[in-house]
């Protein structure tokens, strides 16, 4: 049976209201703190402190503090007034006060739930923000190589227009003048006589026919290459050749279908690094990313592994990969940026660049501010570059 603490103290004025609850020798990180907006329950074995208050106070603006032997409370009240007193009359019944226990209590799970569920759609928002923002700059791009193509296109045609009255102007330029011809009439036949110039020449013959041979260079796309980027296309053949070698190892029934899976390999890779067997996860990460090179966890993982094995050169490679395929930047992706940042920031400082590793350590507190661990991290990270600068 819990013994009822009643040499508490308190005080009011016309806006808040304190009350000092002693914990009588008990350890303050034993109290079991429970408050709403009318209810406050304080449970320190073998005491307890329960009240239901005379008034509704503003259950967000309520602060209690533990240290110096007590629990101050400090009550924020929703109406301005004078109480004179900090129980309501129904706390007198017993039966009244186990009312209101269930109904603080299901008032907190409703609270609970809310914030739960104004979290889980906040995190939606998040995500179709970046659906919405990674859509965008695709769109963008491609109306920025759509205009850069018609600009070459036009460009093009201008330049064969060119080239035709260039031409035309030449041919024309390159004719002779033509004779004037002289007619007969002779046993009802029509003779053409053509005038000779001044030396008794006849006019030229006509230029003999002939054929050129035009020869172009084999490309596997229809366009012409003014109108293609070679670096584009390239990407598109190994995605091309690395997809007929997925699918060439699927028909060779001798294979397990699974090791060609990225995600299946992926697991493969983190089952081995927890059991510390790093080589093997590098290979496992290594063959996913073969198969797929835009999975920014992939080279996060390796470069893990890398790490684990002190191969810090790797180890920023693959981070430097991560980092730039986790993008755009949005809330969703600030976790794995952060320990991304943190694994190229660790290999920094094993290779004794420790301005840089201060710099990824900064840039890993800035996205998740809240690690306290990481913020440490960072400071001993700086203090040790100071101490090196000086030196």
Not at 266 to 288: H, L, M, P, Q
Not at 331 to 359: C, D, I, W
Request: proline share 5%.
């Amino acid at each position: 049976m819990p013994i009822a603490v009643t040499d508490y103290t308190w005080k009011e004025s016309e806006l808040d209201l304190t009350i000092i609850i002693p914990l009588k020798g008990v350890k303050g990180s034993k109290a079991d703190i429970f408050s709403t907006n009318q209810y406050i329950k304080v449970n320190y074995p073998p005491f307890l402190f329960e009240v239901h208050l005379f008034a509704l106070v503003v259950e967000e603006k309520c602060t209690a503090k533990v240290g110096n032997g007590v629990i101050e409370f400090v009550l924020i009240k929703q109406e301005p007034g004078t109480w004179g007193r900090l129980n309501s009359e129904e706390s007198k019944e017993k039966s009244v006060m186990v009312e209101k226990r269930r109904e603080a209590i299901e008032h907190v799970q409703k609270t609970a739930s809310e914030v739960v569920e104004q979290k889980a759609k906040k995190k939606k928002e998040e995500e179709t923000f970046a659906i919405r923002q990674q859509m965008k700059l695709e769109e963008d791009e491609r109306e920025r190589i759509e205009t850069i193509k018609q600009s070459e296109r036009d460009k093009a045609e201008r330049e064969l227009e060119a080239w035709k009255e260039k031409k035309k102007k030449v041919r024309i330029q390159a004719q002779p003048p033509k004779s004037q011809p002289q007619t007969t009439k002779s046993s009802g036949e029509r003779n053409v006589i053509f005038k000779s110039d001044k030396k008794g020449q006849s006019a030229p013959p006509p230029r003999k026919s002939g054929s050129i041979q035009v020869r172009f260079t084999p490309r596997v796309f229809p366009t012409a290459a003014r109108e293609s980027k070679a670096q584009e296309e390239e990407e598109w053949l190994t995605k091309q050749a690395a997809a007929r070698r997925i699918t060439k190892d699927k028909d060779n029934s001798n294979g397990d279908i699974n090791e060609r899976n990225p995600e299946f390999l992926k697991d493969k890779g983190v089952d081995f690094f927890r059991t510390g067997n790093y080589e093997a996860a590098i290979n496992a990460f290594s063959e996913a990313i073969e198969l797929n090179p835009n999975l920014p966890q992939l080279f996060s993982n390796r470069a893990a592994c890398y790490l684990a094995t002190d191969d810090n050169d790797k180890c920023i490679n693959d981070c430097t990969r991560a980092l730039e395929l986790f993008y755009p930047v949005v809330p969703s992706n600030y976790m794995s940026r952060s320990k991304v940042f943190v694994r190229r920031g660790t290999a920094f400082a094993n290779e004794e660049e420790y301005g840089l590793a201060v710099q990824d350590y900064e840039a890993a507190v800035k996205l998740v501010p809240d690690d306290d661990s990481l913020k440490e991290d960072c400071v001993r990270l700086r203090v040790a570059y100071e101490n090196r600068c000086i030196r």
